[in-house]
């Protein structure tokens, strides 16, 4: 793109990859395995922190004196600051370096858990949360970049990414369990100091074993398109979550959205006029990283969908303690890392990544429909599992191509924010995708409730039958987002398998227009 003049949409990207960090004798850095080890523990303590409270919230809302209303904001707060502001930080990772960008998310985020673990009021806590958020925008793409920039040969990338995307997939359902087992055992607060020693591991792995490429110290942050962008994406989800309670013809709700998709709108057109872009759009232009962002988003609001209910329906509707209810996610942990390491990493090197995500996404559909059709009298071996192991096999066969292709071929200059890109489509779909859910969970019971009203002695059925009801309707919501996932990836998606000979997999490269 041409530094000094407003640039039509780029074309093309090169699909060549960017040359892997080397040690000392030019041969690629022979510590980038043990490396490998640091960057996923980095991004799992991410992950692990969108699901760990969810279990600890119950116990947390009681010690502070929360409010029902207000509690939602334990988990909001991060996700907000984590999605709003993933961009940015993707775009700092490529201006100051990713390692220095890594330890710095690293640090920060540490501290602030160590400040929710402290919380005395609400307040305090929600800060802490959204200062999580901070800085874990800082480390996730800073993360997936130093991934793309460290492993370029196909083979070796097809498995560190099946490996980096099964703790991204799995780390979900392992925040659950690891909640479980300290709100029951030790104090809801370890759900959070429980990240001070893995961040501090992190570190020092970082510092001894990571290389990185210097940033870009001559570029500048584009502060309008921060503005604009993470403006826009936080007054969208707020305005989502804001629906729940308020209803979509609410003034203030129709305002956010509407202001939100305004700021959108202006952040794109600001994206083709600034010579410094916090979002180049030769980023979007390449139809299999678009496609790619677009399959995340979509699939995403599945994932959050079974987090969200079915930790609900397993303990208020089954009856399970906060450690059973983690435990029963075990099963779809072990399915994602299934999918990502032993089928996805073992194929994407000979497969179009299509031919994984499409048959992938399905798998994750009809899991989802099973679960939809659960009742309030169902068991959980013969109605829950099936649904929950499919649904995982699916999305760890789907994680791993998704940040594959999305970082594949990606200039040097933009992995970081290439990388942020990935993490703000899971993010943001997430986040919009529960605030959805939660409104049309809440309507249908409340519809149902109006329908069946019931004496005294029968209020406890028809009101645990409601609950079921709403989920149940959400989760169909949840299918029709997984099947639209799997059209965009099938038409959308048209990379060919890695080559054997170290070029990246895709078309061949064709020339890139001048000022690109």
Not at 418 to 444: D, E, P, W
Request: glycine share 12%; charged share 10%.
């Amino acid at each position: 793109m041409n530094e000094s003049s407003p640039p039509a949409l780029p074309g093309p990207i090169r699909t060549t990859s960017p040359t892997a960090p080397e040690g000392p004798d030019g041969l690629p850095d022979p510590r980038r395995w043990w490396g490998l080890v640091f960057i996923a523990l980095a991004q799992l303590m991410v992950v692990l922190d969108s699901t760990i409270v969810n279990i600890a919230l119950p116990s947390a809302q009681r010690a502070l004196d929360m409010s029902d209303g207000s509690r939602q904001w334990v988990i909001t707060a991060y996700t907000l600051a984590f999605g709003g502001l993933l961009l940015l930080g993707g775009r700092i990772a490529d201006v100051v370096g990713r390692k220095r960008t890594l330890v710095i998310g690293l640090v920060g985020f540490a501290v602030a858990s160590a400040l929710g673990g402290a919380a005395q009021t609400p307040g305090m806590l929600f800060a802490a949360r959204a200062l999580q958020g901070v800085f874990a925008a800082l480390l996730a793409p800073s993360a997936l970049s130093l991934m793309t920039t460290t492993f370029t040969d196909p083979r070796e990338r097809s498995k560190a990414f099946g490996v980096f995307g099964a703790l991204a997939a799995a780390g979900g359902a392992i925040g659950l369990l690891l909640g479980g087992v300290l709100t029951e055992y030790v104090d809801w607060r370890w759900c959070l100091y429980a990240n001070i020693p893995i961040a501090l591991v992190a570190v020092a792995g970082t510092l001894l074993l990571l290389r990185d490429r210097p940033g870009t110290r001559a570029a500048k942050l584009d502060v309008p398109g921060v503005v604009l962008g993470c403006g826009g994406l936080v007054a969208v989800v707020y305005g989502f979550s804001e629906a729940e309670a308020r209803g979509w013809v609410d003034a203030r709700v129709l305002a956010l959205l509407l202001g939100g998709l305004l700021l959108l709108a202006c952040f794109t057109y600001w994206q083709t006029r600034t010579p410094t872009p916090l979002l180049p759009l030769r980023v979007l232009a390449d139809r299999n990283r678009a496609g790619s962002f677009l399959t995340m988003s979509f699939g995403t609001i599945g994932v959050f969908g079974v987090y969200l209910f079915m930790t609900y329906y397993l303990q208020e509707v089954l009856g399970y303690s906060a450690l059973e209810a983690g435990l029963a996610f075990l099963p779809m942990s072990a399915a994602i890392m299934t999918g990502s390491t032993q089928v996805a990493a073992r194929l994407l090197p000979r497969v179009p990544p299509r031919l994984l995500l499409v048959p992938g996404v399905l798998l994750g559909a009809s899991g989802l429909t099973l679960l939809a059709l659960v009742e309030a009298d169902s068991a959980y071996a013969t109605h829950v599992l099936p649904g929950m192991l499919l649904m995982g096999l699916g999305m760890g066969m789907t994680y791993m191509p998704i940040f594959a292709t999305a970082t594949l071929g990606v200039r040097p200059q933009d992995a970081g924010v290439t990388s942020a890109m990935v993490n703000t489509t899971q993010q943001v779909g997430g986040s919009l995708g529960t605030a959805l859910l939660n409104t049309i969970a809440a309507s249908a019971t409340s519809t149902y409730l109006d329908a069946h009203r019931a004496g005294p002695a029968e209020e406890a059925r028809v009101l645990r039958d409601a609950a079921v009801h709403g989920f149940s309707q959400a989760l169909w919501w949840t299918v029709g987002a997984m099947l639209l996932a799997a059209l965009v990836a099938g038409l959308l998606v048209t990379a060919g398998p890695a080559s054997r000979s170290g070029a990246a997999p895709g078309p061949p490269a064709s020339p890139a227009p001048p000022g690109t």
